[in-house]
Structures are given as structure tokens and as C-alpha cells.
């Protein structure tokens, strides 16, 4: 079956640093990819997204890159900040039903 | 715009009562519903996919008769989870479709005694 993974469980930065997480995928039929960020006690918050017809994608202080070749995206986040602290998902979205499938989180701490 | 709220935000009950949870999209209309659990530093976990106005296509492993699903209209989805128990406890999230694009409510934390 599918699945969205991430490399690391945890990631501690100091604040101002920059932020690198991880996400591989399974299936190479995927062609659609959201980062969620999800702090405590709360839901998932739509960070940016990608589609497979473009390798990078940047938003405000953040920027996807996805690799097809070897299924692997990632979420770099620039000067990070203590507000950044929260739980990181990256999701794929399937064509059919639309519903997002998740990968298992990385926890981002900044450190001040 | 596309705001979600869900009802209640925690709430803690006994074993063996049911608990219904409402998701309620404020600002849009959803024909299409998702519910996710999340257990403790867990990813989200899908439930089920609901459309207005018919039954809900539950995901495998995930018990139809124990966690009831009703979108009864396009801004209102309820989940009741029946004779709860203590392994029912969990963090639960609605995510309405909008034109292709999920939102999700803030969350309803379910501790079962």
C-alpha cells in the first residue's frame, strides 16, 4: 500500500537557524503534496503545497523541494523562530476522494 | 473564510456511554467530510469519508457500528462514538472538502474512564 514517511522524529534548531525536514513517499503515482504544520492540542494547518510537475515551491519563509526521482520532498524553514515549534506532517493527496494521507510527524523545537 | 469548529473540544465520559461530536464548516459548505483520530504523538489516522446525505465509507479496521458518522446537512457532520471505552480515547478531527482543498477543525480530545 501507500505510504508517506518521515526520516526523523524530532528536529532541534536554534532559533534564527534554518529548518530542514524530511518526508519519503511509496507510491510514484502521487503527484500532489501538502505540508501541515499541528501544534499541541490543535489541528493540522496547511503550510504550502506542491504538485509534481514542479520541483520547488516557495512560500513566506518557507520552501518545498521534491525530488520524484527518489520520492523524497522536503520542508526547509528559514530563520526559524520559537513560534515555528510544532509538530511537522507531510501529506499526500490522493487523486481519488481527495482525502490526504499522512506521514508519521516530525516534532520541531526551537530553542531561544 | 473556511473556518471549522467542532463541538466539543474535549470531554471526558465513562466507559460505556456514547459521546457525540459535532464539526460544523462556518463560513462554507462541505459535501465531502473526513474524520481522522490521532493518538498521542501519533500521525492522523483517516476513519471515514462522509458525503451529505448518504452513508459514510469507513476506512479498514474501523468500526461502522461503534463510530456512527451522520452529515445530515453540508455544514454539520456529527461522530458518535457508542459505548466508549478506555482504548476509544483519542484526539479526533473533522476535515471538510472544499473544492478539492481540507480544512480541519480544531480537534475534540476524548478521554474514556
Known amino acids: 500500500g501507500e505510504s508517506v514517511g518521515l526520516h526523523l522524529p524530532t528536529l532541534s534548531v536554534q532559533e534564527g537557524d534554518n529548518s530542514i525536514i524530511n518526508c519519503a513517499y511509496s507510491?510514484?503515482?502521487?503527484?500532489?503534496f501538502i505540508w501541515y504544520k499541528q501544534e499541541s492540542g490543535k489541528g493540522p494547518q496547511f503550510i504550502i503545497d506542491i504538485r509534481s510537475n514542479m520541483d520547488k515551491r516557495q512560500g513566506q519563509r518557507v520552501t518545498v523541494l521534491l525530488n520524484k526521482t527518489v520520492k523524497h520532498l522536503s520542508l526547509q524553514i528559514a530563520a526559524t523562530q520559537p513560534g515555528d515549534s510544532a509538530v511537522y506532517f507531510c501529506a499526500e493527496k490522493g487523486t481519488n476522494a481527495g482525502k490526504s494521507t499522512f506521514g508519521d510527524g516530525t516534532t520541531l523545537t526551537v530553542k531561544p | 473564510g473556511a473556518v471549522v469548529s467542532q463541538h466539543p473540544s474535549r470531554v471526558i465520559c465513562k466507559s460505556g456511554t456514547s459521546v457525540k461530536i459535532e464539526c460544523r464548516s462556518l463560513?462554507?459548505?462541505?459535501?465531502?467530510m473526513f474524520w481522522y483520530r490521532q493518538f498521542p504523538k501519533k500521525s492522523l489516522m483517516l476513519m471515514a469519508t462522509?458525503?451529505?446525505?448518504?452513508?459514510?465509507?469507513?476506512e479498514q479496521g474501523v468500526e461502522k457500528d461503534k463510530f456512527l458518522i451522520n452529515h445530515a446537512s453540508l455544514t454539520l457532520s456529527t461522530l458518535t462514538v457508542t459505548s466508549a471505552h478506555p482504548e476509544d480515547s483519542s484526539f479526533y478531527i473533522c476535515s471538510p472538502l472544499l473544492r478539492e482543498t481540507q480544512y480541519f477543525g480544531p480537534g475534540t480530545r476524548l478521554l474514556v474512564l
Open positions: 463560513d462554507f459548505q462541505a459535501t465531502t
Open positions: 462522509s458525503n451529505e446525505g448518504s452513508k459514510a465509507t469507513y
Open positions: 507510491n510514484s503515482a502521487s503527484d500532489y
